[in-house]
């Protein structure tokens, strides 16, 4: 969301804290993730500013305490190329690892309820066939406002690479379906890729 730092950075070392507690980043994994990349820099500003990792870290710490470690990359650049080398070198790096891959994002921003429940459709459709071009192409075809599709995209290509062979959509809401007002919502949607 800021701009700061590299375009596709990971923080390769130390610990984030939240109102639950403190959180380890796991030094080792991400050195494996960092060696196997060509385009992941080890870059602590990218993440100065930036929410959409830090918002993720009290439902894991709820659910499983201290139990255990993360490490975030933020992806400025989300192209499909870079996407995909980002998910190669995760899955890489995690072969034979107990991970969770968790990508993060929103998807239509202040649409129209009817427009964003149709174009974020299309983006869930390709995450349920575990097709990162496609979620990539819907996003552009479409003018999909969501703020996330490269981390998604780096997702479906480690998840894959893993193993995974299908998906499931768990949720889907809009801000409307909470305020009333459906003239400009945020879309929402809950997914989770597996074996």
Known sequence: H???GSPVAMMGEGAWETPLGVVE????????IFKASDII??????????????????????LYGSEFRFIPICMGLQDL???????????KASRGRDVVI???????????QSRAER????????????????????????GVSMCGYGPVSAAITAARE???????????????????????????????LTR
Do not use: C, W
Not at 81 to 91: C, K, N, P, Q
Not at 102 to 112: G, K, M, N, R
Not at 169 to 188: C, Q, R
């Open 162 to 192: 893993l193993g995974a062979s299908s998906a499931e959509l768990l949720a889907y809401h809009t801000s409307g379906d909470v305020t009333g007002d459906y003239s400009a919502v945020v879309g929402y949607a809950s997914l989770k």
């Open 102 to 112: 968790i990508a993060s994002t929103d998807f239509s921003h202040y649409e129209p």
């Open 119 to 142: 174009n974020d459709r299309r983006v869930i459709e390709a995450i349920l066939n575990l097709d990162e071009e496609g979620v990539q192409r819907a996003v552009r075809r479409y």
């Open 81 to 91: 190329e870079t996407s995909r080398a980002v998910g190669r070198a995760i899955a």
């Open 41 to 62: 820099d080890i870059d602590e500003m990218a993440h100065l500013r930036e929410h959409s990792i830090e918002v993720q870290l009290p439902f894991l710490q709820y």
């Open 2 to 4: 800021t701009g700061l």
């Open 25 to 32: 980043i796991d030094g080792e994994l991400a050195q494996a």
